[in-house]
Structure formats: C-alpha cells, structure tokens
C-alpha cells in the first residue's frame, strides 16, 4: 500500500498521505481470488481519485468500497 501511494500512477501529485483503519480493514476483507494485485491496484487507484475529488488527503472506507462488486 504505501508503494502505491508513492507511485504517480496512483497518487500523482503525492496528495494522499494516510489510509485510515477502517479502510485498511475494509481492503483485507476483500477476496482477490479473481484477478488479486490488479483487483487492489484498481481500488486503490479509484480510491485516491475519489479522496482527491473529495478534497482530502486520506483514504476512508467508503473510498474503497465503491470498487468492491
């Protein structure tokens, strides 16, 4: 997780910096079983989005729940 975030293709102007505990929680839950590492780079690539469109430098559960389905 903190590699993502420290990569362009995911946080592009570093405007993430935390990833709260819910969400961290929230992201081992999920079952990868299907396409595993491409399955969280693309929740967490949406989920920075979605923070930056929100305005905040975290991460929160809601976040990365909108890519679970």
Do not use: H
């Not at 430098?57 to 729940?65: A, F, G, Q, R």
């Amino acid at each position: 997780m903190d590699t993502m975030l420290q990569m362009l293709a995911f946080n592009q102007e570093g405007t993430i910096r935390e990833v709260g505990t819910k969400t961290l929680k929230k992201l081992t839950e999920f079952d990868y079983s299907r396409g595993n590492f491409r399955d969280l780079e693309n929740i967490v690539r949406n989920a920075c989005r979605q923070a930056v469109r929100d305005g905040r430098k975290y991460l929160v559960e809601k976040d990365v729940t909108s890519s679970f389905q």
